[in-house]
């Protein structure tokens, strides 16, 4: 386990902690579901993201670029 992951561990337990000795509303749902939920939908962003990232790109051809202009209209 990195540090990087142990700081942001503590942190969110001292702002939960605080958010409660405060009375002040938690930032992030305060029900098991509703955290898991959260937790599911970071890592499906993320494994799509890897996936479509692994994947070659088989548009490119069709793709301007920034001047719009395609391998067709080039030539």
């Not at 700081?7 to 009375?23: F, K, N």
């Amino acid at each position: 386990m990195n540090w990087k992951f142990c700081v942001g561990v503590l942190l969110a337990l001292a702002i939960g902690a605080g958010c409660r000795w405060l009375g002040v509303p938690v930032p992030a749902p305060p029900v098991l579901v509703g955290a898991l939920l959260v937790v599911a939908m970071t890592s499906g962003y993320t494994l799509t993201d890897k996936l479509m990232a692994s994947r070659p790109a088989r548009n490119t051809i069709h793709c301007g670029g920034p001047t719009g202009d395609t391998r067709e209209t080039r030539s």
